[in-house]
């Protein structure tokens, strides 16, 4: 298998656990926070936010939550720039859209990172895409450390959701 198959199938586990997560899920399943927790909403925004960031900055393209005019339809009082790190619990739970939103949001972004990756030539990973750490970071490096993240949220929303359902029955 080359990096390219590698990195899209990992990916692709991420967009088939949120469309998991979300399907079917009501607004207040999607909004609910037990203990404070970042809710199933936020977490599946936050973590394609982060993607769509992170790719887009990676690969030199715009951003598709401008781009595309999805900050528009979502229409969160947060900055345009804003991805959830370090949101306070009001930010969080000022995070609200329903399951449509988010999945069509989550699926072309998923939808482009595909086209990136995709084309992905394995000496690419070698190149420094953010110099404010030491070391700077690869693209390699940045793109295994947005999948790990994807991958703990969604997985973290999953877990939400059990708990909720379990409660709810």
């Known amino acids: 298998m080359d990096v390219a198959a590698l ?4 990916y692709g586990r991420v967009a088939e ?4 997560v979300l399907d079917g899920a009501d607004a207040e399943l999607l909004t609910a926070r037990p203990d404070d927790a ?5 977490l599946v925004w936050h973590l394609t936010r982060v993607q769509d960031d992170h790719l887009a900055d990676a690969f030199d ?11 528009e339809r979502f229409g969160l009082a947060l900055p345009v720039r804003d991805t959830g ?6 930010q969080v739970a000022a995070v ?8 069509g949001y989550h699926e072309a972004v998923h939808a482009r990172s595909v086209d990136l990756l995709g084309a992905l030539e394995p000496a690419a990973l070698d190149r420094v895409v953010d ?10 490096v940045r793109l295994v450390s947005v999948l790990a993240d994807d991958l703990q949220h969604v997985g973290q929303a999953a877990y939400l959701r ?6 709810r029955s």
Do not use: F, K, M
């Open 38 to 42: 970042n809710s199933i909403g936020w």
């Open 131 to 140: 110099t404010r750490w030491d070391p700077p970071v690869t693209l390699g």
């Open 61 to 71: 393209v715009p951003q598709l939550w401008v781009a595309d005019g999805w900050a």
């Open 162 to 167: 059990g708990i909720l359902e379990r409660a």
């Open 85 to 90: 790190y370090g949101h306070s619990g009001d």
């Open 7 to 10: 990195l899209v199938d990992g």
């Open 96 to 103: 609200v859209a329903g399951a449509d939103l988010l999945r």
């Open 17 to 20: 656990e949120v469309a998991r």
